[in-house]
């Protein structure tokens, strides 16, 4: 039959098997694949070939080699963000000598935001090489974020990856209860909270120092008291930045000093000694698309201590980050679009959520809030308030109030 007329034609395929066969086997022995034509497959009884689909990374060198690479491209990533935290340039605003020194701003170039020469020192690389790793080769600010390459939802939040802590975000759900949220919210909700009018047409009240319209602190202000219905929230706040895990990624990747020595606030001064209140509504002055948005911004440099933490309340919410367009109000289509294309993070907040931010986040990224025009899960009775805590050094003339 093999030497009929009929097999002259594969008669050559034919003669490649063997040769098909002995390569397939090496292959299968390179990756650790038992096969039960291989000895090691002989030996462990095995029938057929184990699927693709089951394999492991310590069964497929090749996946293996590959989550190796993945991780020490993480490691280095790692390394670097630590160095830029170790190594910022401090300046110190309105040239006050005694006011906080604080990590320089930029947003533009990041050429002058850090010590290159010891950030290349620390992680063991060129200046050039860590810039671009850090930045990008045009070393600009917003790039920051898309050379992080955070992991997204479908809807543009960010995965509360390991990444995040290292940029300066921290994200916790449920920090309080739903009944403890009740009660925050009754008191919160009451006729006898004092409400001011907030830029684009939100509500805020303020427990603390005395604010300026701009959020500044006024340079002679008075202490005021912030309530007992309060004091549980400020609690949980401290317990959460105090936990081992959390406190170690804010040693880490903060830019002061202070934090960086495991400080919450300023030395010798009470920590989150300030909670501003702010309040999204549906029916408070609504008018477009920017109706009760938060523009992007920084918050005071010079005034508040490096790490701050907010609480959300009532509904669900977002916060976005990004090194780019700052002082402007956005769209949540916006934020969402740019969020997708690596450009800001937008985090999604449960009700009774926690973020806390430092390090970069804090000094090199703008944040804020959209509009409650188009975003996701607002009704007719959307309430959602946020409650902002922030360490203020506390003057030695201050009075309650």
Known sequence: LFRSPACSMVRPALCLVPSCVALLLRALERRDVPCSFSAAGRQQGCLRQTPPARLSCAHHRGYRCRSVMRAQRAGCDSQLLEALARH????????AAK????????????????????VAADAGISEEEAMSKAFGRRHQVFQFIQHRKLSTLRNGSTRLDSKLPQMGVLVAQDVITEEEEAGILRYLRSKGMAWQAREFFGQRANFGPTLTKQYKVHQKYKMTAIPAELQLLRERVLAFVASPETSDSIRRFSMTEPARQGVLGHVGHDSFNQALIQRYKRGINDDGHLSQALPMHLDQRNDWAELIAVVNLGEQGHIYFSGDKPFTCLTYRQMLKSAKQGKGILVSLPPRSIYAFYGFARYGMVHGVAGIEGCPDVGDGFDRITVTWRSVKTPANATDR
């Open 99 to 118: 006011r906080l020194r604080h990590p320089k701003i930029q947003f533009k170039s990041a050429d002058a935001m850090f010590n290159w020469t010891a």
């Open 88 to 95: 910022p340039v401090l300046v110190s605003s309105r040239g």
